[in-house]
């Protein structure tokens, strides 16, 4: 019996007593939280449907991802802290993300076709997190109105290919990546828009 209220902590412990049965990731979890905080108002969808509707894009251009992608991009996007846990998915940040949620999911889907057409496929991309920063600069930007015109942002598509050669080579998104996205993020707001 759990005595504690924090609600972490039971739902890695409802993960480990669950193990035996219906695998459930702590994303899975979240999202049953999420679905019950996301109201449909003007949309006829709600959360889940909305997140599976962006992997099956996603996934018309060749990549794969999951809701546990999409959930941390959404953190790195409107969040302050980008640590997967239920405390950093209030209210105030589902409301964010449901407010922003064409942005955020246009960023993803331009950000991927940026990707691909910089010649990267699902097997080359081994760290999809490392596309967590190029949507949330184009997030930041606007540029994910035109990114993938091709007379436009020709400087900046060559330093997004430049930064993912360097990244994914030297495997810096190996293992847990939140410290390392929390640096680019502060790099990115820091350093401003360049065109």
């Known amino acids: 019996m759990e ?10 412990e409802f993960i480990r007593t669950n193990s035996g049965g219906t695998k459930l990731s702590f994303a899975d979890l979240l999202m049953s939280i ?44 409107v969040g302050t802290d980008i640590r997967f846990a ?5 209210n105030d940040t589902i409301s964010k993300i449901k407010l922003d949620w064409s942005k955020i999911t246009l960023c993803i889907k331009e950000s991927f076709q940026l990707v ?10 081994r760290a999809k997190n490392s596309i967590i920063p190029i949507i949330y600069y184009l997030y ?4 994910y109105k035109d990114i993938n015109k091709e007379n436009k942002h020709s ?7 430049q930064y993912l050669n360097i990244s994914l080579l030297n495997k810096l998104f190996g293992g847990s990546s939140d410290g390392f996205l929390i640096k680019l993020k502060k790099v990115i707001t820091d350093n401003g828009i360049s065109d």
């Open 34 to 77: 999420i679905t019950a905080s996301w109201e449909i108002g003007q949309s006829s969808k709600g959360a889940r449907e909305e997140l599976d509707n962006v992997i099956r894009q996603i996934r018309e251009f060749g990549f794969t991802i999951d809701q546990d992608f999409i959930l941390k991009t959404c953190l790195v996007l």
């Open 155 to 161: 400087d900046n598509k060559k330093l997004i290919k």
């Open 140 to 143: 930041i930007s606007d540029f």
């Open 116 to 125: 691909k057409s910089l010649s990267f496929n699902n097997h080359s991309l």
């Open 3 to 12: 005595q504690e209220q924090d609600f972490d902590k039971i739902l890695y």
């Open 86 to 90: 239920l405390k950093n998915f209030d």
